[in-house]
């Protein structure tokens, strides 16, 4: 049961993760008469993010270079930026060392169920594992011990699979 209810979890939470909004709506219903309108937009927008993410853009690398070097010149400058690069660097070193708690995940399950992603199965599954100090704490558990093998994580070639999602606003992102 333990492992079972982590693994779902950490399964969801993979889903919440690579779906690009928490807090964006699955479906929402749209008029028959503005349908055409909306996979019009829809394709737009898909085209644009694809054209923006996708496509090279010529950079002139040399006049980029010298831009980021006279940036950082000066010494207050370059000492702002060496300690960025520290600071960036410690963060990084212990946010992957240290555990996940028992709140994060609660904060996580939280943002699931306000989020409307979950059929109505996995909301049920995520409010018993809201109730069980014992499965929230073998999430966490697992959640920490998958970071922890962040190095060994292979990630495909062909990117993972982006889903617009229509927003409150009417827009795609």
């Known amino acids: 049961m333990r492992f079972d209810s982590a693994k779902l ?30 996979s019009e937009e829809l394709y737009e927008q898909k085209e644009k993010f694809t054209s923006i993410v ?15 070097q006279d940036l ?3 010494d207050e400058a370059a000492k702002a930026l060496d300690n960025l690069r520290k600071d960036l660097k410690n963060f990084a070193y212990y946010f992957q060392r240290r555990p996940f708690t028992s709140r994060e995940v609660l904060g996580s399950i939280k943002s699931l169920l306000a989020s409307g992603l979950m059929d109505e199965e996995k909301r049920t599954t995520l409010k018993a594992f809201q109730e069980n100090p014992t499965v929230v704490q073998e999430v966490a558990s697992v959640l920490t011990m998958r970071l922890a093998s ?10 993972l699979p982006v889903e617009f999602r229509r927003h409150f606003n009417g827009k795609y992102r």
């Open 9 to 38: 979890f950490g399964n969801l939470f993979n889903e919440w993760l690579t779906s690009g909004d928490s807090v964006a709506l699955r479906y929402q219903a749209v008029p028959e008469d503005v349908e055409g309108d909306v």
């Open 54 to 68: 996708f496509d090279d853009y010529p950079v002139d690398t040399a006049a980029l270079t010298a831009y980021l």
């Open 150 to 159: 962040l190095e060994s994580w292979t990630w495909p070639k062909e990117g």
């Open 72 to 74: 950082f010149s000066s």
